[in-house]
Protein backbone atom coordinates (compact mmCIF):
# COMPACT_ATOMS: atom_id res chain seq x y z
CA UNK A 1 0.00 0.00 0.00
CA UNK A 2 1.17 3.39 -0.98
CA UNK A 3 1.51 6.43 1.90
CA UNK A 4 -1.90 7.89 1.06
CA UNK A 5 -3.52 4.13 1.13
CA UNK A 6 -2.55 3.68 4.75
CA UNK A 7 -3.99 7.07 5.48
CA UNK A 8 -7.42 6.29 4.17
CA UNK A 9 -7.48 3.25 5.54
CA UNK A 10 -6.10 4.81 9.50
CA UNK A 11 -9.42 7.46 8.75
CA UNK A 12 -11.54 3.97 8.45
CA UNK A 13 -10.09 2.61 11.30
CA UNK A 14 -10.60 5.69 13.33
CA UNK A 15 -14.50 5.84 12.27
CA UNK A 16 -14.58 2.02 13.15
CA UNK A 17 -13.32 2.79 17.08
CA UNK A 18 -15.13 6.53 17.11
CA UNK A 19 -11.62 7.82 18.04
CA UNK A 20 -11.59 11.51 16.66
CA UNK A 21 -8.16 12.19 17.09
CA UNK A 22 -6.92 9.60 15.03
CA UNK A 23 -9.35 10.49 12.48
CA UNK A 24 -8.64 14.41 12.90
CA UNK A 25 -4.72 13.50 12.64
CA UNK A 26 -5.31 12.39 8.82
CA UNK A 27 -7.08 16.10 7.94
CA UNK A 28 -5.93 19.20 6.81
CA UNK A 29 -7.12 22.53 8.72
CA UNK A 30 -9.10 23.44 5.79
CA UNK A 31 -10.61 20.05 4.80
CA UNK A 32 -13.96 20.07 3.12
CA UNK A 33 -16.37 16.95 3.59
CA UNK A 34 -19.26 16.74 0.79
CA UNK A 35 -21.71 14.43 1.52
CA UNK A 36 -23.49 14.21 -1.65
CA UNK A 37 -27.00 14.89 -1.78
CA UNK A 38 -27.05 15.93 2.41
CA UNK A 39 -24.70 18.71 3.30
CA UNK A 40 -21.09 19.91 3.48
CA UNK A 41 -18.92 20.30 5.81
CA UNK A 42 -15.46 22.01 6.39
CA UNK A 43 -13.04 22.11 8.71
CA UNK A 44 -11.57 20.04 11.75
CA UNK A 45 -14.09 21.72 13.90
CA UNK A 46 -17.15 20.97 11.15
CA UNK A 47 -15.76 17.72 10.63
CA UNK A 48 -15.20 16.53 14.58
CA UNK A 49 -18.60 17.14 15.19
CA UNK A 50 -20.22 15.10 12.16
CA UNK A 51 -18.02 12.13 13.18
CA UNK A 52 -20.68 10.85 16.25
CA UNK A 53 -23.26 12.46 14.50
CA UNK A 54 -25.99 12.37 17.45
CA UNK A 55 -28.98 11.25 15.14
CA UNK A 56 -26.44 8.18 14.71
CA UNK A 57 -25.48 5.42 17.49
CA UNK A 58 -22.69 3.59 18.18
CA UNK A 59 -19.97 3.06 15.40
CA UNK A 60 -20.22 2.20 11.76
CA UNK A 61 -19.23 -1.46 10.67
CA UNK A 62 -17.03 -0.46 7.43
CA UNK A 63 -16.11 -3.18 4.73
CA UNK A 64 -13.49 -1.45 1.96
CA UNK A 65 -13.64 -3.43 -0.69
CA UNK A 66 -11.89 -1.83 -3.17
CA UNK A 67 -9.46 0.96 -3.40
CA UNK A 68 -7.64 2.70 -6.27
CA UNK A 69 -5.36 5.53 -6.22
CA UNK A 70 -4.56 7.95 -9.09
CA UNK A 71 -2.06 11.20 -8.20
CA UNK A 72 -3.15 13.04 -5.27
CA UNK A 73 -6.55 10.85 -5.64
CA UNK A 74 -7.41 7.98 -2.95
CA UNK A 75 -11.05 6.07 -4.24
CA UNK A 76 -12.93 3.69 -1.80
CA UNK A 77 -15.51 1.46 -2.09
CA UNK A 78 -17.30 -0.65 0.16
CA UNK A 79 -20.70 -1.66 2.32
CA UNK A 80 -21.38 -0.85 5.55
CA UNK A 81 -23.63 -1.37 8.56
CA UNK A 82 -24.59 1.53 11.28
CA UNK A 83 -27.52 2.74 13.36
CA UNK A 84 -29.90 5.85 13.45
CA UNK A 85 -31.52 6.58 16.96
CA UNK A 86 -34.99 7.02 14.92
CA UNK A 87 -34.96 3.85 12.41
CA UNK A 88 -32.71 1.48 14.24
CA UNK A 89 -30.35 -0.29 11.66
CA UNK A 90 -29.13 0.44 8.12
CA UNK A 91 -26.99 -0.93 5.78
CA UNK A 92 -25.12 0.91 3.02
CA UNK A 93 -22.87 1.11 -0.12
CA UNK A 94 -20.31 3.55 -0.05
CA UNK A 95 -17.84 5.51 -2.30
CA UNK A 96 -15.15 8.00 -1.09
CA UNK A 97 -13.34 9.87 -2.63
CA UNK A 98 -9.96 11.68 -0.84
CA UNK A 99 -8.20 14.49 -2.13
CA UNK A 100 -4.81 15.11 -1.04
CA UNK A 101 -2.61 18.14 -0.03
CA UNK A 102 0.83 17.88 1.71
CA UNK A 103 0.65 14.37 2.65
CA UNK A 104 -3.45 14.76 4.46
CA UNK A 105 -6.35 14.19 3.72
CA UNK A 106 -7.79 17.82 1.88
CA UNK A 107 -11.23 16.75 0.71
CA UNK A 108 -13.63 13.76 1.34
CA UNK A 109 -16.57 12.79 -1.22
CA UNK A 110 -19.06 10.59 0.29
CA UNK A 111 -21.47 9.33 -1.93
CA UNK A 112 -23.98 6.99 -0.15
CA UNK A 113 -26.45 4.82 -0.91
CA UNK A 114 -28.85 2.33 1.43
CA UNK A 115 -29.17 -0.88 0.80
CA UNK A 116 -31.88 -3.64 1.67
CA UNK A 117 -31.34 -5.13 5.17
CA UNK A 118 -31.43 -8.43 4.28
CA UNK A 119 -27.92 -10.12 3.02
Same mark, same amino acid.
Given at each position: ?17 ? =?? /???? !? ?5 ? +?? %?? &? @? ?31 ? =?? /???? !? ?5 ? +?? %?? &? @? ?31
Amino acid at each position: MTAQQDLVAEYFNGFRAG =DH /PRIL !ATLTDDV +AW %VI &H @GHRTITGKAGFDGEIENPAFTGHPDLDVQRVYE =DG /PVVI !AVGEGRG +AT %VE &H @GPFRFAFNDTFTFRDGLIARVDSYVVPLPRAC
